[in-house]
């Protein structure tokens, strides 16, 4: 089991330009969430999906988010056009529907200049 | 909406005590689930420990013990014989019994061991 892998780890951007982070959940997971963590604001849920469908969004900021999971196997989320305020650890994780366990990828680290 | 409290930013322990960080929660509904999770330097988020609320036995998980008070919405961890390597942020977190939503936060404590 590789746990949830989240890519890249660490992304540097220009204020205005698209960023897309990545999630690939555990397999047999069927429930995957997006979280952003900042010191202001703690962890925060963005969005979450149940078998590939999105089920919540109201903790997406604005219109600037979006989020996708086109199969079980992957997920993005991307902001355009990005702003420095967006600088946060985005953090994915999943589980199945049915357990009350989550696991957790590693992060991805932003930062808008 | 359900909210979770953690009351203490930062604590700091000599090694070898025992420790306990409080969390305190409020919801209307009687079916969830509380956990206490470890976030070290690498920002990895580590499940600790969890709870359901229809347990009334609390959660243990060798040196990590909780203190769940449901009337009173209290979940406290205690950390026996705590060493360097718990040094870290540790975060409470609520779970809705209704299905598979997110969890809530509290917002950290700051757990420093001192050898």
């Known amino acids: 089991d590789a746990g949830v892998i989240q890519s890249p780890r660490h992304e540097v951007t220009e204020m205005g330009q698209e960023v897309t982070l990545r999630c690939k959940p555990i397999?047999?997971?069927?429930?995957l969430f997006w979280y952003r963590q900042t010191m202001m604001r703690g962890l925060e849920l963005l969005i979450y999906f149940n078998n590939n469908v999105p089920i919540d969004d109201s903790g997406m900021p604005e219109d600037r988010f979006s989020a996708k999971m086109p199969n079980a196997s992957f997920s993005t989320l991307k902001i355009q056009p990005s702003e420095p305020r967006d600088s946060a650890v985005y953090f994915c994780a999943s589980s199945r529907v049915e357990a009350y366990g989550y696991t957790f990828g590693s992060g991805t680290r932003l930062t808008v200049v | 909406a359900q909210t979770v409290t953690q009351s203490q930013p930062e604590m700091s322990v000599q090694e070898a005590e025992t420790v306990t960080l409080s969390c305190t929660y409020d919801?209307?509904?009687?079916?969830?689930?509380l956990f206490w999770y470890k976030q070290p330097p690498s920002r990895q988020m580590i499940l600790v420990i969890r709870q359901e609320a229809y347990k009334q036995q609390n959660a243990t998980e060798n040196r990590f013990s909780v203190n769940f008070q449901k009337a009173a919405k209290s979940f406290s961890l205690k950390i026996s014989d705590s060493q360097l390597g718990d040094t870290a942020m540790y975060f409470c977190?609520?779970?809705?019994?209704?299905?598979?939503?997110?969890?809530?936060f509290g917002k950290g404590t700051h757990l420093i061991i001192q050898p």
């Open positions: 919801t209307s509904e009687n079916n969830y689930y």
């Open positions: 977190a609520f779970r809705s019994g209704g299905g598979a939503d997110g969890l809530t």
């Open positions: 397999s047999g997971h069927n429930s």
